[in-house]
Structures are given as C-alpha cells and as structure tokens.
C-alpha cells in the first residue's frame, strides 16, 4: 500500500476545499492514488475527486492538482 506525502514536508495528510464554500475542508490520506478520508463519518460523497481537484498539505503550504498529487 503506497501512501502519498507532500514532497516538501513529507506529511501524508491533504485536504481540498469544498468549491461551494472554501472553509469547509475534507481531509484526507492519498493511498494507491486514491483519496482515504481521515474520518470516515466526516466524508458524505459531496466532495468529488477529479484530477484538478487543488489539494492542500495539511502541514505546509505546499499544493497541486489531485492528478500531479497521485503521479509522485
């Protein structure tokens, strides 16, 4: 099981942001390229994951495209 990190912190925890409202986050590991909410309970399928989706580290300020994320 790959688990992605970020490429300057090396934290393994992202987040996006809801494109309805910035302020609501989902956060979320990227194992085999695919997104893993951090809280099961928390992820209601609102938030779709598409290559461009802008994915955030939860540590630093690093960020990219969903698609950039998962290719590392």
């Known amino acids: 099981m790959a688990q992605a990190q970020c490429p300057v912190c090396g934290c393994d ?5 809801n494109p309805e ?24 399928g609102s938030q779709e994951m598409t290559p461009e989706t802008e994915t955030y580290c939860d ?6 495209p969903f698609g950039d994320v998962t290719k590392r």
């Not at 989902?26 to 928390?42: C, K, L, Q, S, Y």
């Open 59 to 64: 540590r630093c300020t690093w960020h990219a």
């Open 21 to 44: 409202d910035e302020y609501d986050t989902t956060e979320f590991n990227i194992v085999d390229g695919r997104a893993v909410p951090r809280d099961p309970e928390d992820d209601d």
């Open 13 to 17: 925890t992202f987040y996006c942001k």
